[in-house]
């Protein structure tokens, strides 16, 4: 579990700055969970991750296993009335979690047929994604 | 013969060869020389929204630095290098970047102007060959092939810093094949993720959402799918040993069917490294002897 | 100007204790005498009264003086007094001015030699200021007493209905052959539930035979010049090819002519002929040929309907004929459109069949629609068991589309839900919405009856919609579970956003102001909402914002009484305070012109041809003093605010 | 400068500021009655040459007053008064004089205390500040 321990405003900024997102923007319509193709499995989904997180939840979002599903296919942010990229926050909120020192993947979890089989670049981008 | 910058990146030197030399081969024949870039490095796979992640650009923008030697272009065949590579060009020389990008032309020590323009191959295919011209090369008519283009994310998205093509309705590459002769199919799910880089953490997901794809492709008519990434053709092509579904669908790079219509040799059409056989398939079309 | 002097007098007024208990009366009094420029100061009790007012009128015979200042309350209160009790004595009003010694001075301090001392800086101030005074006499205009309504929607016809009734003569224009508007096209209207047609039909008719309105349908604006009151609109009446004063609506030739090309009115959802009437309900009752369409008049050969018209009606010479009208004032109505579903790429660009807009629906819905009624798919004409209905498409969406709400579309899909049920009980309507907003009258109770009634309100937005096999798949969410939710549907309709109807072109045309969507801008958002900043132009219905059918009737009401305000009598008057340009000395480089809100400037060339100049447009100059700010050599001066006046002003009270 | 009273020139708006003023009056509200008010229909009449007048007849400090930006009665004449203080302020500068014996205040009808609180926060500075120099010479 990652508890973070600076304040809430902190975090906030962080998350903002981080993303380049302005949270208070969405008004939950939900148009990114609907688009999203991992939304089936994420928990929280795309419009709660961010409610929750304009609720303070900041931990809540942080320790989920959501934002290690987002795939940065991009659909929320491209058809977002608001103009909020789910996508890059969560894209920073799991860099928030890494440079915690918290890595999300390390090779031993993954099978080793797959890794001669698969594309060099998954690799590359799972460990520039997943670890610290 | 007008020789553009190419760039080809890591995975298409390895796994994708069929990708990487096809396009060679048949641009060549079009009468344009693809040229590699003397030295270049990976260009990171994934491209970091993280907004003080500009260091993580520094592969990209050298990859451009190093193209201007040949041309003002870098033609890419990957969708995964055409999307980070465009990208760090058009944000790194966003004015609200500016103390960014000084500090890292220092880094390199090197002056650049952000005019490099990042093309997918396609392109030139649209543009600087056109499909009029490409029309009247073909000596292989692909003529009641139904091909589904797929074009997944990262060719598409985000469409303000890509500008490729219509990010809800993509028609370039169903043009080209209609050029080879080919028939395109019209499938609501062309730019659908596949499920990309959550493949190494999470395969169920990602196959999941490749699933969705195909079955969309298979309801559509399609005989097979063309892709232009090497992780969109894994995930189509590999992972249907895991779906729940048997689909049996060829799935090729757009360069090996470009091949195949511009007779392209066998060897480098390398048709054997894909897991279901596309072979019988162009054979029953009358495509492959 | 100083040397023909005036012959100012000062009154001061107590106000009993009012000014008195702070003010030292007298001491400003003994101060003001001391000043050389004015002939008599005197000082009364209560100078509104009867006696103070007689004492004004005396001392003007008696010193004959020519301007009058009166230091007392606040001019809003008794500046029109004053200047009534001078002109009944032969001075000019404008030459009476009032220095506001009570609000602005004796209430709002204790401290009474301080009080004393700017009381009498304030009289001095206005002392100038009247020292320079104009006589001024009120601009009068005549006014043409005729109107004219542009659109002939619900909105239109009612503004008409409303002028025509008070006696006064209307042109009612409509670019489209028959009037009604989009009210013609909807099935039953929310929350009422009743028909639209029989509603609106009765209007229409009541309309086209007033003895004070005249139709001209099939017409659009072409130019327009003049100002409130007296306006002159060029009016371009398109070619019809058909003689309407022998056609007599029978559609024989509609029957008989060969050529078909997509309806309009059912939103391309059936086709109609090449001549044509609108919709069988049409005013006038008439026939039209539209002309691309023609066999005979793009190809050369036909004329069906020629040969079958029992009246000879038919005109294939016909030209678009230009009428220029005369009248004093124009009301707006020219309503909304639908936005465009090719803007909506993820909702599959309206390019999908089974994928309609909200007034598609309506024609569904509608018993003279294409399907009598009854509800059938455009693609198969099969009943759809089950309609998504999507809200906010393309409205509230400051990124992709149009930033505002429409407002109508909560409620029209709660209607067009319950409709649905009605005719197909087994159905299911399912609405994915944002919120729900039903700010009206009756409005809440009636989205109650639609969850009562069996429809299934998801809240969340819709992103992506396609086909798959012959149904149409949903892409929405359910945020209040947190449910990505997947609806395999036979038929979508979108409540797409309402935009304006008038283009960027047309308002510049008319001169007209728009705010960023194209919306008619209203004089004030509160308390001027039919008006426009336009002189003579006021607005009524959908062209100023999305509006229901009351509000567009009501705001229709609106906009016909300011009408008939203005028509009670055939001269107005104008306010004189106005700008004027000194022509020797400005040197016609239009900065003025420039920063005129009521572009009441114009250059022009004088009268000798020698240069450029400027000439104001007095009935649409409102004083606001901006030009005479901005001219950089002195040449555009308000008239009684001009620099000098305002400079000597300053002077006064820093004496 | 302990008894020094400031001499202040106020021009402000018919609809919006001097009803505001005349609001305060009825309301009894008390402020310092240094400002001698100028009401002209729209505070876009002000020609910044009046305000250069006034500071050389001997005024310490200039106010304006106008209706809220969107409330202007002649639409946009108080966005024109924006424009323009901000260009005068400079030149005030250069001249010698601070650009803080120039107020602009946007104040409606119904804000008698705003106007009040400002008028009085604005004698108070300019007392501070105390005469303006270029009078002494
Ligand atoms: C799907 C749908 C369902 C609705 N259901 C209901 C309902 O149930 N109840 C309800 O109260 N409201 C409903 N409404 C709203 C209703 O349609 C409007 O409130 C009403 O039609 C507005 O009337 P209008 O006269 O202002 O505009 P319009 O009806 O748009 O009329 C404008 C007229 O001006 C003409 N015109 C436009 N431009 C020009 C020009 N340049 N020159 C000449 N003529 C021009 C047009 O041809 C048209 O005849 C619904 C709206 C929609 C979209
Ligand atoms: C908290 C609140 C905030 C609001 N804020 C806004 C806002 O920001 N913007 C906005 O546009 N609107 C706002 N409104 C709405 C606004 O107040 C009303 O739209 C507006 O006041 C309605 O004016 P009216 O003249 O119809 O009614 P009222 O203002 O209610 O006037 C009715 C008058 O009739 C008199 N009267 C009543 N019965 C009788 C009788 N039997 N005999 C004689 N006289 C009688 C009353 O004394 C009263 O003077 C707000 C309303 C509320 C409650
Ligand atoms: S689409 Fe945008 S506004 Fe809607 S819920 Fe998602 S982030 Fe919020
Ligand atoms: S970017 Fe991530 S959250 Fe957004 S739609 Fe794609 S997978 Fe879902
Ligand atoms: S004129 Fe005004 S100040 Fe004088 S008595 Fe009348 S109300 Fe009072
Ligand atoms: S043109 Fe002739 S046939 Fe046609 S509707 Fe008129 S009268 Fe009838
Ligand atoms: S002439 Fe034209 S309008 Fe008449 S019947 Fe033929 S096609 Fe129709
Ligand atoms: S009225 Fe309802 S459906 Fe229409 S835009 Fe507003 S919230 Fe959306
Ligand atoms: S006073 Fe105002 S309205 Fe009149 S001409 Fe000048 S700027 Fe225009
Ligand atoms: S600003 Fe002055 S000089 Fe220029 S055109 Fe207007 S009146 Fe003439």
Redesign the pocket.
């Known amino acids: 579990m990652l508890e973070l321990i600076e304040s809430l405003q902190e975090i906030k900024k962080d998350i903002e700055l981080l993303s380049g997102q302005t949270l208070s923007d969405c008004y939950q319509c939900g148009e990114c969970t609907a688009g999203c193709p991992t939304a089936f499995a994420m928990e929280p989904v795309p419009s709660q991750a961010i409610r929750l997180l304009q609720l303070g939840k900041f931990n809540e979002v942080l320790n989920s296993t959501g934002i290690w599903l987002c795939a940065s296919c991009n659909v929320c942010g491209e058809r977002c009335p608001r103009g909020v990229d789910y996508g890059k926050i969560a894209d920073a909120l799991r860099t928030i979690v890494l440079r915690n020192k918290l890595t999300h993947l390390t090779l031993e979890k993954i099978d080793k047929q797959f890794i001669s089989d698969a594309p060099q670049q998954a690799f590359i981008a799972a460990f520039r994604k997943y670890t610290t | 013969m007008k020789q553009i910058a190419y760039y080809p990146g890591c995975t298409l030197y390895t796994k994708s060869k069929n990708l990487d030399l096809c396009a060679r081969e048949t641009a060549q024949i079009l009468g344009v020389e693809l040229k590699e870039l003397e030295t270049w490095n990976c260009c990171g796979a994934i491209y970091s929204t993280v907004q003080d992640d500009l260091a993580n650009q520094v592969a990209p923008i050298r990859n451009l630095i190093e193209a201007q030697k040949i041309s003002n272009k870098l033609v890419t065949l990957c969708a995964a290098c055409y999307n980070v590579l465009k990208r760090s060009n058009h944000n790194l020389f966003l004015p609200e970047n500016d103390i960014y990008r000084r500090r890292m032309m220092n880094f390199l020590d090197t002056e650049y102007d952000g005019k490099t323009e990042t093309v997918h191959y396609l392109e030139v295919l649209k543009n600087d060959i056109g499909f009029e011209n490409l029309k009247t090369k073909v000596k292989t008519n692909l003529d009641g092939l139904k091909v589904a283009s797929y074009y997944g994310c990262l060719m598409l998205r985000p469409s303000d810093e890509l500008n490729f093509d219509d990010p809800d309705n993509p028609t370039m590459m169903d043009d080209m094949f209609a050029a080879l002769g080919a028939e395109p199919v019209e499938f609501p799910f062309k730019g659908e993720c596949c499920g990309g880089y959550v493949l190494v953490d999470k395969p169920d997901v990602a196959t999941r959402c490749s699933q969705t794809i195909l079955e969309s492709i298979v309801d559509a008519g399609a005989d097979c799918v063309a892709t232009t990434c090497p992780l969109c053709q894994y995930n189509i092509d590999n992972q249907q040993k895991l779906m729940s579904k048997q689909f049996n669908l060829p799935v090729f790079y757009f360069t090996q069917l470009l091949g195949l219509a511009l007779n392209v040799d066998q060897k480098i059409l390398n048709l054997d490294n894909h897991y279901i056989d596309p072979k019988p398939l162009l054979k029953q079309k009358g495509l492959l002897k | 100007m100083k040397s023909d002097k005036k012959r100012i007098g000062v009154f001061v007024c107590h106000c009993g204790i009012n000014i008195a208990g702070t003010v030292n009366i007298p001491e400003v009094v003994k101060r003001l005498k001391e000043q050389a420029d004015v002939i008599e100061v005197i000082d009364h009790q209560y100078c509104c009264s009867d006696p103070g007012q007689n004492l004004i009128k005396e001392t003007i015979k008696e010193k004959k003086l020519d301007s009058v200042v009166v230091a007392c309350c606040s001019p809003t209160l008794h500046e029109p007094t004053f200047r009534k009790t001078v002109s009944s004595v032969g001075i000019n009003p404008y030459n009476c001015e009032i220095a506001n010694i009570r609000e602005q001075c004796s209430w709002v301090t204790d401290d009474k030699e301080k009080a004393t001392d700017k009381a009498t800086k304030i009289i001095k101030t206005i002392i100038k200021k009247v020292e320079h005074d104009e006589p001024l006499t009120p601009i009068t205009i005549p006014v043409t007493r005729k109107a004219l309504v542009i659109g002939a929607g619900v909105a239109g016809i009612q503004t008409a209905l409303d002028i025509a009734t008070a006696g006064y003569p209307v042109i009612l224009l409509d670019k489209n052959p028959s009037i009604g508007g989009h009210m013609s096209q909807l099935s039953e209207t929310f929350p009422t539930l009743d028909c639209s047609q029989c509603i609106l039909t009765p209007k229409m008719v009541e309309a086209k035979q007033h003895p004070n309105i005249t139709l001209m349908t099939y017409s659009e604006i072409e130019s327009i010049s003049g100002y409130l009151g007296n306006f002159k609109v060029k009016v371009r009446q398109k070619a019809k090819y058909v003689d309407w004063d022998k056609c007599t609506g029978c559609d024989v030739?509609v029957d008989?002519?060969?050529?078909k090309t997509p309806d309009e009115f059912n939103h391309g959802l059936t086709q109609r002929?090449?001549?044509y009437k609108m919709f069988p309900q049409a005013v006038p009752n008439r026939v039209v040929?539209d002309a691309p369409n023609?066999?005979?008049?793009e190809k050369g050969a036909?004329?069906?309907?020629?040969k079958h018209c029992p009246f000879g009606a038919i005109k294939f010479d016909d030209q678009d004929q230009i009428t220029e009208l005369e009248v004093g004032a124009l009301v707006m109505a020219t309503g909304y459109e639908l936005l465009d579903k090719q803007m909506l790429g993820s909702y599959g660009f309206g390019k999908l069949k089974n994928v309609v807009d909200g007034l598609q629906f309506e024609r569904i819905l509608s018993a003279s629609g294409p399907f009598m009624g009854e509800v059938k798919r455009p693609s198969d004409g099969k009943i759809p068991e089950k309609v998504v209905f999507v809200q906010c498409a393309g409205s509230r969406d400051p990124e992709n589309a149009m930033a505002y709400c429409s407002k109508i579309c909560c409620m029209y899909t709660a209607k067009q839900a319950i409709l649905y049920k009605h005719r197909v009980h087994h159905g299911e309507p399912i609405i994915f919405y944002i919120d729900v907003r039903t700010g009206g009258k009756g409005f809440e109770e009636f989205y109650k009856r639609a969850t009562d009634e069996g429809v299934l309100y998801i809240r969340g937005k819709v992103s992506k919609i396609f086909e798959k096999g012959d149904k149409v798949i949903v892409w929405g969410a359910d945020t209040l579970t947190g449910k990505k939710i997947e609806v395999e549907a036979d038929l979508v309709v979108l409540s797409t956003a309402m935009k304006p109807a008038a283009t960027k072109e047309f308002a510049q045309l008319l001169k007209l102001t728009q705010d960023e969507y194209g919306w008619f801008t209203e004089a004030h958002p509160k308390l001027r909402p039919v008006e426009t900043l336009a002189g003579g132009f006021f607005l009524a219905g959908a062209c100023q914002g999305p509006k229901d059918i009351p509000e567009a009737v009501a705001q229709s009401s609106g906009a016909a009484s300011k009408v008939i305000g203005l028509f009670t009598s055939d001269t107005l008057e104008h306010l004189p305070v106005i700008a004027g340009v000194n022509e020797d000395m400005c040197s016609g480089c239009g900065i003025c012109i420039d920063v005129c809100p009521y572009k009441a400037r114009e250059l022009v060339t004088t009268e000798d041809g020698k240069k450029r100049t400027v000439k104001v447009i007095e009935v649409l100059c409102e004083g606001c003093g901006a030009c005479s700010a901005a001219c950089p050599v002195g040449a555009a001066q308000q008239k009684n605010f001009k620099d000098q006046q305002i400079q000597d002003m300053v002077k006064g009270g820093l004496e | 400068m302990e008894n020094f009273e400031p001499k202040i020139i106020g021009f402000i708006c018919k609809w919006c500021t001097s009803a505001g003023a005349d609001l305060a009056g009825t309301s009894r509200m008390k402020y310092p009655p240094n400002m001698i008010p100028i009401t002209v229909f729209c505070s876009s009449r002000i020609d910044p040459q009046y305000i250069l007048w006034a500071f050389k007849n001997g005024a310490d400090g200039v106010f304006m007053g106008g209706c809220h930006p969107n409330d202007c009665h002649y639409q946009d004449g108080n966005y024109k008064t924006m424009k323009r203080i901000p260009i005068l302020k400079n030149l005030l500068k250069e001249l010698g004089i601070e650009p803080e014996r120039l107020r602009l205040a946007w104040i409606s009808a119904s804000e008698a205390d705003k106007f009040k609180k400002t008028i009085t926060e604005f004698t108070e500075s300019i007392k501070k500040l105390g005469p303006l120099s270029i009078n002494d010479k």
Do not use: M
Request: aromatic share 6%; with cysteine; glycine share 0%.
């Open positions: 030739c008989k002519c060969p050529k002929k090449a001549i040929i023609c066999l005979y008049l036909c004329r069906l309907c020629e």
